[in-house]
């Protein structure tokens, strides 16, 4: 006797192509100089420069700080992101955490030198379970650092990582033979995707979770031409891919059969005598059954450094020639006074050649071709503002919200 599997019903929720437009009532811009708790180099601003459409792609690009204001407000400055001061033009900042609103150089404490987009969309669309694909070309560039991941609308199980992060695709700017000390490739002929929970900061269960693809062979790399990197989520599976689903780069074995709490505590993330158990009033995926949303970027540097991961951050001391060291006193610094040795890699275009103007090139932003969301008929909920009736609760009813 053969026993035929349901199927699973996927219709699609939400379609960005950027053929014409930037909808800015769709994605909005995060406005911080926090270096998102990795301290990155860059402020994320909303400006044409950094965030723009062209030839039916939208492109996140990072561009020099100096270009705009001169290296004399990098080191001497106020970038005061309530705009009052510096970066007039800002309308308000988004994110307080890590001082990332206001920010007065002092000596070798400079102001971020690079300038760069993150978009999102937790006020347009967000969702609980379902399929996303984002077709995009990767940056070319030293230090770039794109993504493309979710959080969650309301953060039910508490601040980060308790409520859970998907990172569908992180990756380096850098070429294909930048290594790490062991001579194994990390540029952007490789990805990683992870997912992160945990009960506190330094608690996060993501080495059970993260895994990097093999790099691409003959030299090629996901900036030479577009790739769809994508990502399923249900009740029961939970993983990211890239171009199909057959190719899953990160899954989590026993999503939907133990808690992430027992998880976590298997994997000796965190034991129980000093954790609380956040997830303990959800469901056994919590913290991954609730609507997320999605955000796109382009970061620069930083000194992350996370358990588990590289000791000397998301870009390894000593490797690539890099301008920086993790326990510098001054990083940024360090990495924008020597600009000479990086900045050049921004500017290539696609057939080798220099921008006639000396600044990054439409090839060091990431390029983004379309982003798609579907849906699972009965199960999937999920809000958005672009439709008039945009709350669908994963049965037959539809309810308008005002």
């Not at 301290?39 to 062209?54: I, L, M, P």
Request: hydrophobic letters at 30%; aromatic letters at 14%.
């Amino acid at each position: 006797m053969v026993t035929a599997l349901a199927v699973k019903e996927e219709y699609l929720i939400f379609e960005e192509d950027f053929d014409s437009t930037f909808d800015l009532s769709v994605w909005k811009h995060d406005i911080t100089l926090g270096g998102n708790g990795n301290r990155e180099f860059e402020v994320y601003v909303n400006s044409r420069n950094n965030s723009y459409v062209k030839d039916g792609k939208l492109h996140l690009r990072a561009t020099l700080t100096d270009e705009a204001y001169g290296r004399e407000s990098i080191e001497n400055g106020v970038m005061d992101l309530w705009g009052r001061v510096f970066l007039a033009r800002t309308p308000s900042c988004s994110s307080p955490q890590f001082a990332g609103c206001r920010k007065e150089a002092n000596g070798h404490d400079i102001l971020p030198p690079v300038q760069s987009a993150r978009i999102q969309t937790m006020e347009s669309f967000s969702f609980k379970y379902g399929r996303v694909e984002v077709r995009t070309k990767l940056p070319r560039g030293d230090w770039l650092w794109p993504g493309i991941w979710m959080m969650a609308k309301d953060n039910r199980y508490g601040p980060w990582p308790s409520s859970g992060e998907l990172d569908i695709m992180e990756s380096r700017g850098n070429g294909p033979d930048y290594t790490d000390d062991k001579g194994n490739p990390i540029g952007n002929n490789r990805f990683s995707a992870c997912f992160h929970f945990g009960p506190a900061w330094n608690k996060d269960g993501y080495p059970v979770a993260v895994n990097d693809t093999q790099a691409l062979p003959d030299h090629r790399s996901y900036g030479d031409e577009f790739h769809t990197f994508g990502f399923y989520w249900d009740e029961d599976d939970m993983y990211a891919y890239v171009d199909s689903p057959e190719n899953v780069v990160t899954r989590v074995a026993e999503y939907g059969k133990k808690s992430f709490w027992d998880i976590g505590l298997e994997s000796g993330a965190w034991n129980a005598s000093d954790s609380f158990n956040n997830f303990q009033e959800g469901p056994i995926n919590a913290p991954f059954d609730q609507e997320m949303y999605l955000i796109m970027n382009v970061a620069v540097g930083g000194t992350s450094i996370a358990k588990g991961f590289l000791d000397s951050g998301y870009f390894p001391d000593d490797q690539g020639d890099k301008p920086w060291h993790t326990n510098d006193s001054y990083p940024a610094a360090n990495f924008y006074h020597q600009k000479d040795k990086w900045f050049p890699s921004w500017t290539t275009n696609e057939d080798g050649t220099n921008t006639a103007t000396g600044r990054a090139s439409d090839f060091s932003a990431m390029q983004v071709d379309s982003v798609k969301v579907w849906g699972i008929r009965g199960l999937t909920t999920f809000t958005n503002s672009k439709n008039a009736v945009h709350r669908y609760d994963g049965n037959s009813t539809w309810h308008m919200e005002r």
